[in-house]
């Protein structure tokens, strides 16, 4: 049993304030700081809850796009009509995401700010070595069982995946984490691990998620999330997609397509060599697959997992198909 001190944020200022103070962390849906907390991952000092802040569960959407407040929690803004009409990606990947309980207690905010699943991260009585956990330790992954790890976005200091499934699809839509008045584009909210692994979102000490907002777009409103995972229900993606599709006037053409990736990279991956190759092309099945291909340029297998090389392409593909009436 460790100590913390409780405190009950009465407004955003109060809960940066108190975020501020060293080994403080916040509470919101609590099912990954729990989850943290039990396996000795997370030892906070100060516990800071902010699940009764007014204002922050808002969800709307409106022509320019959509606003969802931090703590709006995943299930609501899953079944949101507005978002499933809008942002069919986002509520799908949220569907997708964890289980029924967890998605009615888990929050917007607390989704983006979940950490790896890498087995080594999360087990620090029997594997000391953990960059990530412990900067300059080492990486017990390397070498051992690598099957859920990184092609993309690794460095030789950590390998594992970022395992959300809303990152990708906001990731794809080109959505802006409000932190407060700074706003923080959500491809550069997450970081890559570089040699500093232990750093996965660009978040300061004392800042508060409020809320996400997406902006509207014709190929928001055609997406879809896909997930391919070793179980179709309560499981984390082996490989995943995000895709939005415009299509000019003859319904074959492609004017703008989004393509982001999950499971597979360290980060929510957006695949702009895909799109880049799509632009302006002819949607038919031979097109699409081969320049799926391309979102693997780069990629390092790591012992066991050189299948989600072979794997994402195909999901991507079998994405945009779907959204294009093709599969
Ligand atoms: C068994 C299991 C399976 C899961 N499967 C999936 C899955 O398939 N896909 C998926 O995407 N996710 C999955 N998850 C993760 C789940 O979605 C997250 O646990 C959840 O979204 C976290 O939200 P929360 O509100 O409970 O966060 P909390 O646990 O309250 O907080 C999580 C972290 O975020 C910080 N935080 C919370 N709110 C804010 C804020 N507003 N500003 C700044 N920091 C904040 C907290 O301090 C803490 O560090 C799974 C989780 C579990 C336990
Ligand atoms: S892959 Fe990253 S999170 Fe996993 S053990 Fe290595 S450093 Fe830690």
């Not at 959509?66 to 799908?92: C, N, Q, T, Y």
């Not at 979102?201 to 809320?211: D, H, K, M, R």
């Amino acid at each position: 049993m460790r100590d913390f001190t409780y405190a009950r944020a009465a407004s955003v200022e109060d809960a940066r304030r108190l975020a501020q103070q060293s080994g403080a962390m916040l509470l919101a849906g609590g099912t990954t700081l729990l989850d943290l907390a039990k396996c000795g991952v997370a030892r906070p000092d100060h516990v800071v809850d902010i699940t009764h802040l007014k204002g922050l569960d808002a969800i709307e959407v409106t022509r320019e796009g959509a606003h969802l407040g931090a703590l709006a929690k995943m299930s609501h803004v899953a079944d949101d009509k507005a978002i499933r009409a809008e942002f069919p990606a986002v509520s799908e990947a949220l569907w997708q995401a964890a289980s029924a309980q967890l998605r009615n207690m888990a929050t917007i905010g607390g989704n983006l700010m979940q950490r790896t699943r890498c087995a080594y991260f999360r087990d620090p009585n029997s594997f000391a070595a953990c960059n990530k956990r412990q900067p300059g330790s080492g990486c017990a992954a390397r070498g051992g069982i690598t099957r859920n790890h990184a092609v993309l976005g690794t460095s030789s200091s950590c390998i594992a995946t970022n395992p959300g499934d809303l990152a990708v699809a906001l990731v794809a839509f080109d959505a802006i984490v409000h932190l407060g008045d700074r706003k923080v584009p959500v491809d550069d909210f997450f970081l890559l691990p570089g040699a500093t692994p232990d750093r996965e979102q660009a978040i300061e000490p004392g800042e508060v998620i409020t809320a996400v907002s997406i902006p509207a777009s014709a190929a928001a409103r055609r997406s879809t999330y896909l997930k391919v995972r070793d179980r179709q229900s309560y499981e984390f993606a082996a490989a995943s997609a995000a895709v939005g599709l415009d299509l000019e006037a003859d319904g074959r053409t492609i004017r703008d397509i989004r393509v982001a990736l999950g499971g597979v990279a360290t980060k929510p991956w957006r695949a702009h060599a895909v799109e880049k190759a799509l632009k302006g092309k002819t949607l038919e099945p031979e097109t699409v697959m081969r320049a799926s291909l391309l979102a693997m340029e780069g990629a390092i297998a790591q012992g066991d997992n050189h299948y989600k090389i072979d794997l994402a392409p195909r999901v991507i593909a079998r994405a945009i198909l779907k959204v294009g009436g093709l599969a």
